[in-house]
């Protein structure tokens, strides 16, 4: 193995640059060439890299999202997509290619894998900590902490003027996000796809009105998780006034939780995984597979089961803030 490829691919994730410094530091150790698409798999179609040498990684793991740029790639999943990428990989001499991403971007390093001699590792790279086989991926605790200041501070202005607030946060297709930053927010609802598809408008607006009645005027949060109201958390938060008779705001976080400089929990993960998957490479374990950490332990895990249980909230934590829901409901 002489020269291997390494990208960031889909939604950005703080803690990528780490992953790519621990990638390009490890690779060096053993005397390898590494080459950074820039861009995600587009990189590779528009042959659109740069060597990527230790010093050009030098003080990058505080920055956020990523040095190589990311992109959603349109070309991979076209007929002949993979095949032509894989072509590409093989004209440059690329013996690895490291995909640090999430599941679209895993799904993408298997289409590649039917064509591609190469060994291919994935590093979990989501805000969302959506992926199996791993405990947590690169970028979900600072995307929580971001969550949480805002949150923090809008319980803040909520307190002020005793208002009820409507908080959308991030995590497309699983509450892992919601649930925490309402957690460790003191949320009073959190409504995220693990309690339901559907929002019960009359039940929350029941509770802000029973919840205000016993403790009299005061703020009320409710973390929505994005995809969990189609017409969006301000047509929620209509409803939620017109049907509680208090005024409830809305605020949508958004991308706001994609950035910022990572906590340290997530450069250190994203360094730790990025060796981690550079060595297993090296010994000729890690083809498709994931790097990832269960229990403090760096492990390997197959890269076309990421998705496959849909990964879903902290079942313990789900089931206490459903408890402490009901108690309020019940007093
Ligand atoms: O997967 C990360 C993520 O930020 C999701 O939480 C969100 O649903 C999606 O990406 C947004 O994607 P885009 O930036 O393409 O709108």
Not at 143 to 156: C, M, P, S
Not at 162 to 191: D, P
């Amino acid at each position: 193995m002489q020269r291997i490829g390494v990208l960031t691919s889909g939604g950005d994730a703080p803690g990528m640059n780490a992953a790519i410094r621990a990638v390009v530091l490890t690779a060096s150790q053993y005397g390898l060439e590494v080459i950074g698409f820039r861009h995600g798999f587009n990189g590779i179609f528009q042959r659109d890299f740069q060597l990527l040498q230790s010093t050009d990684v030098r003080q990058i793991s505080h920055l956020g999202g990523t040095i190589l740029k990311s992109a959603r790639c349109k070309a991979l999943p076209q007929p002949g997509g993979a095949e032509l990428a894989a072509q590409i990989l093989h004209e440059l001499g690329i013996d690895a290619l490291l995909v640090i991403g999430g599941d679209g971007s895993f799904r993408g390093c298997m289409a590649l894998s039917h064509y591609y001699q190469g060994q291919i590792v994935g590093l979990p790279g989501t805000i969302d900590n959506d992926l199996d086989g791993t405990d947590l991926t690169i970028g979900f605790a600072t995307a929580l902490q971001t969550a949480l200041d805002a949150i923090d501070k809008i319980r803040d202005t909520a307190d002020a003027f005793e208002r009820t607030f409507l908080v959308e946060v991030m995590g497309r297709h699983t509450g892992y996000l919601a649930l925490s930053a309402g957690i460790a927010g003191s949320a009073e609802q959190i409504i995220c796809p693990e309690y339901g598809e559907t929002v019960d408008v009359a039940d929350i607006a029941a509770d802000i009105r029973s919840y205000q009645q016993q403790h009299g005027a005061c703020s009320y949060i409710i973390v929505l998780a994005e995809t969990m109201y189609p017409a969006g958390a301000a047509a929620l938060a209509q409803e939620l006034s017109v049907q509680s008779d208090t005024e409830c705001r809305a605020v949508v976080l958004g991308h706001l939780q994609r950035g910022g400089s990572p906590v340290g929990s997530d450069r250190i993960l994203a360094t730790k995984l990025g060796a981690y998957a550079v060595e297993q490479l090296m010994a000729g374990h890690a083809h498709l597979m994931m790097a990832g950490e269960q229990a403090g332990q760096a492990v390997l895990f197959p890269l076309s089961l990421t998705g496959a249980q849909h990964k879903k909230a902290d079942p313990f934590l789900l089931a206490w803030q459903d408890r402490v829901l009901q108690q309020h409901k019940a007093t």
